[in-house]
């Protein structure tokens, strides 16, 4: 099981307070995992304001959410994920640095959000799902935080077709498998991807209102985690 860190210092946004479509709650406090966690139990996530700039605490309305039975998965796909494979935890740190490559466009993973979630691997909470070729090699992933059963997806990278896709197909199945209310597999289990893009709306990600997605979030951070 993860390891409890000491609590927050700090005195973090209440998102249902918030005006309807805003989104930056707040700037400052410490990326401290206790921190960290407090802040996504609340409904918020870290991310600089801009790049290298202070941390600001995010609470997207409407937000991004993949509902775990509505994956839409092409038939190119389902053939790329028979010609990967994937492995979970194996290597959380070369996700990390993939996803923070500098020359991705819009890049805002820096080196203090690094070494936040590799400390939140270590305890336990932060993982990771990497997509290899079957001679090993690493062409893709994502990682993200579980917290009970909320996995909030962080980012993802691709180096070869479907690669990203693929380690989030997974991810789905493994949420998907475990229990949820009364049993019933993945019920009330909540996949957060933060914002809606295009790119995700094309495999099934939905907008929800802020304050549904805190509902949904109390619902599911009881749950046992999944990982």
């Given at each position: ?77 389902r053939q790329s994920a028979r ?39 270590r305890l336990g909470w932060a ?101």
């Amino acid at each position: 099981m993860p390891v409890e860190p000491p609590p927050c210092a700090w005195e973090l946004p209440d998102p249902l307070t918030a005006r309807s479509g805003e989104e930056l709650l707040g700037v400052g406090a410490d990326l401290e995992p206790g921190t960290v966690l407090a802040a996504y139990r609340r409904g918020l996530f870290p991310m600089p304001v801009d790049r290298g700039g202070p941390i600001g605490w995010w609470s997207p309305d409407p937000r991004g959410v993949l509902p775990l039975v509505g994956m839409r998965v092409s038939r190119s796909l389902r053939q790329s994920a028979r010609r990967l494979r994937t492995t979970v935890d194996t290597d959380f740190a070369a996700v990390v640095r993939a996803c923070a490559d500098p020359g991705r466009p819009h890049g805002w993973i820096d080196a203090r959000i690094q070494e936040a979630y590799l400390e939140l691997h270590r305890l336990g909470w932060a993982h990771s799902v990497e997509t290899r070729t079957p001679e090993g090699d690493l062409v893709g992933g994502l990682y993200g935080l579980e917290v009970g059963g909320l996995f909030a997806g962080e980012s993802m990278f691709s180096d070869a077709r479907d690669a990203s896709k693929v380690a989030l197909l997974d991810l789905v199945r493994i949420l998907s498998a475990a229990p949820g209310d009364q049993d019933r597999p993945g019920s009330r289990r909540l996949l957060d991807v933060q914002w809606r893009t295009d790119h995700l709306a094309s495999l099934g990600v939905v907008d929800i209102p802020r304050e549904r997605y805190v509902a949904l979030l109390a619902r599911a951070l009881p749950l046992p985690p999944a990982f």
